[in-house]
C-alpha cells in the first residue's frame, strides 16, 4: 500500500438523533483515486462532506477522528482544512462573476496581488482542469455563460487555486452527458499524480474506469475498501456481493 494521506478512526456523523455514519476506520491513499459507492441515502455525501467538516454546516455532528497527514484536522484552523481539502458538488456553482474573476478569487482573497502571478495561476489551473483553450479568449465573459460541463471543469479548476492536497467530489458527473462525463474523468486521472481524489459516484462503470480503491457502503457503515477488481469481481462480504449483482442486473 503506498503513503495514506487521510484517515479516519471511529468517525460518527450524526443528523440530530440520527446515527447516519458509524463507527467508520478508512484509510486514503495519496495520489490516487478512491471511489465510494453504496446505495441511495446510505450515507456516501455524509461521509464526503465529513472530511473537511463541511457537514457542520448541513447541521452534523461528528465525532470520532480525522488524520490528514498524521494531524487531527480538529486541530487545524478551518479555513485551512477547506483548503487542503477541497470539495467539489454535483451541479456547479460558478460566482456571478468572469471566468478569470472566478480563478482568481481565492488566491487575491489570500492576498495575491501580483497581476503575472494571478495570470499564472489562472492559466496553469484551467490547464489541470482541460478548459484552458476553451476558453482562453473569453476570460472576461461571465462563467454563467459556459456550458454545465465546462462550469463543472471551471468549479475544478477554482479548487485547485488553493493549493488543495486532497479534493472531495460528489457525484461530479450526475447532470453531465457522456462526453463532458470522459471529460471529467479524463482529467481526474490527470490530476491524479498532484492530488489525492475521493469521488463519491453511484456509477459503478464509472468507478470501474477510474478508481484506484473502491469502498463499498450501507447504511452508514463501510463494509468492505478494495481494488475495483477485488470489489466487481471478488467482494468478500456477502453485503457487497448482494449490491454488485443487484447493480449489474
Ligand atoms: N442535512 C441533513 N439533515 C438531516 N438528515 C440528513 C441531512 N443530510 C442527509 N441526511 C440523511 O442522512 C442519510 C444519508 O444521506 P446521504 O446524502 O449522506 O446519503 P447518500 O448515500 O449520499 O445518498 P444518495 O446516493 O441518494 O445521494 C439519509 O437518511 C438522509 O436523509
Redesign the pocket.
Known amino acids: 500500500m503506498s503513503e495514506i494521506i487521510l484517515n479516519t478512526e471511529g468517525l460518527c456523523v450524526n443528523?440530530?438523533k440520527?446515527n447516519?455514519l458509524k463507527n467508520i476506520d478508512a484509510s486514503f491513499e495519496k495520489n490516487k483515486i478512491t471511489a465510494i459507492i453504496?446505495?441511495?441515502?446510505?450515507?456516501?455525501?455524509?461521509?464526503?462532506?465529513s472530511l473537511n467538516k463541511t457537514?457542520e454546516e448541513?447541521?452534523?455532528q461528528i465525532s470520532g477522528s480525522i488524520i490528514l497527514d498524521n494531524k487531527n484536522i480538529n486541530d487545524m484552523p478551518l479555513e485551512r482544512l477547506r483548503n487542503s481539502i477541497g470539495m467539489v458538488f454535483q451541479s456547479p456553482v460558478v460566482f456571478p462573476f468572469s471566468i478569470y474573476k472566478n480563478m482568481t478569487y481565492a488566491p487575491i482573497y489570500y492576498g495575491e496581488k501580483n497581476k503575472d502571478r494571478l495570470n499564472n495561476i489562472v492559466v496553469d489551473n484551467l490547464k489541470k482542469a482541460n478548459l484552458y483553450e476553451e476558453v482562453k479568449d473569453d476570460l472576461n465573459m461571465p462563467a454563467s455563460r459556459l456550458s454545465g460541463g465546462q462550469q463543472q471543469r471551471l468549479v475544478i479548476a477554482r479548487c485547485l487555486t488553493v493549493n488543495p492536497e486532497i479534493i472531495l467530489l460528489?457525484?461530479p458527473c450526475s447532470a453531465l452527458d457522456i462526453k463532458n462525463t470522459s471529460y471529467i474523468e479524463k482529467m481526474l486521472l490527470e490530476l491524479k499524480n498532484e492530488y489525492s481524489i475521493i469521488i463519491?459516484t453511484?456509477n459503478l462503470a464509472q468507478a470501474k474506469r477510474i478508481a484506484d480503491c473502491v469502498m463499498y457502503?450501507e447504511e452508514?457503515t463501510l463494509v468492505e475498501t478494495g481494488s475495483p477488481d477485488e470489489i466487481f469481481n471478488n467482494p468478500v462480504d456477502a453485503r457487497t456481493k448482494e449490491y454488485i449483482m443487484y447493480m449489474n442486473n
Open positions: 443528523y440530530g440520527n447516519i453504496g446505495p441511495s441515502g446510505c450515507g456516501k455525501s455524509t461521509f464526503l462532506k457537514v448541513y447541521g452534523g460528489d457525484e463519491v453511484h457502503m452508514g
